[in-house]
Structure formats: C-alpha cells, structure tokens
T-cell receptor, first 117, second 114 residues
Framework: DGGITQSPKYLFRKEGQNVTLSCEQNLNHDAMYWYRQDPGQGLRLIYYSQIVNDFQKGDIAEGYSVSREKKESFPLTVTSAQKNPTAFYLC????????????????FGPGTRLTVT | GEDVEQSLFLSVREGDSSVINCTYTDSSSTYLYWYKQEPGAGLQLLTYIFSNMDMKQDQRLTVLLNKKDKHLSLRIADTQTGDSAIYFCAESMAPYSSASKIIFGSGTRLSIRP
C-alpha cells in the first residue's frame, strides 16, 4: 500500500538532546514537508523539500534541520536549540508540479508526538 | 498577509447537518481544501474546490465557495459520531517552484451530541 510512515508514534527525550524524526513515503512524490502542530493551533511549516538534495526553510525553521538524500525520505532533526520542542510533528508529501498534477494537495503521515522534559 | 480563519468549536446533534465556516485572505488562492484530523492522527484530505467553482458535492459533503467574500464552508449532512474530529480549512497559493504552499486554519473541533 502506498503511503507515508512516520516513526516512532511517541518519542521522549531529555532537554539538551538532539532527536531525529523519521518520515518515509512510497508515493513517488517529489515534494515533502514538515509541520508542527500545537494544541488549538493550525499547522506551521518547518521545512519543505521540492526535490532530492534541496530543501527550504518554512515559517518556523529555527532549531530544526533536515536532509533530503533520497526521494523517499525526509528526516527532521529537532536540535537542542529549539526552545519549545514538545509538539505533534506531521510529515506530508505532494506530487509537485513537476508531475503536472493540478491539485497541489498534500498527503499526511500519522504524526510523531515528541515530549521533551 | 496570508491568513485562514475558522471558529474553534462546533457542537451538533447526531443526524443534523454540520456547517463549518472559514474565511481566507488571499484572493490569488488556487485551491481550497478541507482536511479532517481524528485524535492522535495525521490529516486526511476530505475534499477540495478549485477557485473558479462555487460549489462541490461529494456524498454527504457539500463545499460552498463565495469568492467575493472569501468565504468557504463545509456542510456535512446527517452528521454521525464518526464525524467527530478537527476540520481544517486550507488554501494553496499560486505555486512557487515545484512545491505547493498550503496555509492552514487553526481547525474547528466538531463534537456530536446524542
């Protein structure tokens, strides 16, 4: 089945440690995204990648880093510089305009809930 | 700037219709979306509407778009307990490069009363 997987579902870390969240897709999508969701708030874009080996900062990139070495994978590292890392993190992908699909819709993974104490 | 606004809560009786409203600010939006998020899960695309349409119906879902007022609504007919979720309105801008930028509202939590 095609889809997006995020692991683990729950992650606990001590303050000051870096942590990497996994995101994998087998939809053959060009574009991938990371969002952060806090209670009662919408999704805020952290980073996005249009194509392999390329990525851009979103609205709240400070304290985060990403890599896009493979089309299928877009891991997010939450560094110790992120002041308030506890949140629900969502990964998404979209075909991208390179595939001429017009709707620009994004497909989401199930999310990872990160708790830092 | 870009903004999508929706009310935070809606409570309806089982079997009634639910109407979730949304306003957006950017008149250059290409597509407008409704996503559903069940507890502890990712977002699932429910439906979308292209900005040159004013209505789209898909089984129990009806989307109405008033482009003049920049107002989008989602009507769920015969609301069931399984419709309990957070509903996000979103707009996509004219695409830049090959990735789409989608702006999400803060979500409306729909609860169903027996």
């Amino acid at each position: 089945d095609g889809g997006i997987t995020q692991s683990p579902k729950y992650l606990f870390r001590k303050e000051g440690q870096n942590v990497t969240l996994s995101c994998e897709q087998n939809l053959n999508h060009d574009a991938m995204y990371w969002y952060r969701q806090d209670p009662g708030q919408g999704l805020r874009l952290i980073y996005y990648s249009q194509i392999v080996n390329d990525f851009q900062k979103g609205d709240i990139a400070e304290g985060y880093s990403v890599s896009r070495e493979k089309k299928e994978s877009f891991p997010l590292t939450v560094t110790s510089a992120q002041k308030n890392p506890t949140a629900f993190y969502l990964c998404a992908s979209s075909p991208g305009t390179l595939n001429q699909l017009p709707t620009y819709e994004q497909y989401f993974g199930p999310g990872t809930r990160l708790t830092v104490t | 700037g870009e903004d999508v606004e929706q009310s935070l809560f809606l409570s309806v009786r089982e079997g009634d219709s639910s109407v979730i409203n949304c306003t957006y600010t950017d008149s250059s939006s290409t597509y407008l979306y409704w996503y559903k998020q069940e507890p502890g899960a990712g977002l699932q695309l429910l439906t979308y509407i292209f900005s040159n349409m004013d209505m789209k119906q898909d089984q129990r879902l009806t989307v109405l778009l008033n482009k003049k007022d920049k107002h989008l609504s989602l009507r769920i007919a015969d609301t069931q307990t399984g419709d309990s979720a957070i509903y996000f309105c979103a707009e996509s801008m004219a695409p830049y490069s090959s990735a789409s930028k989608i702006i999400f509202g803060s979500g409306t939590r729909l609860s169903i009363r027996p």
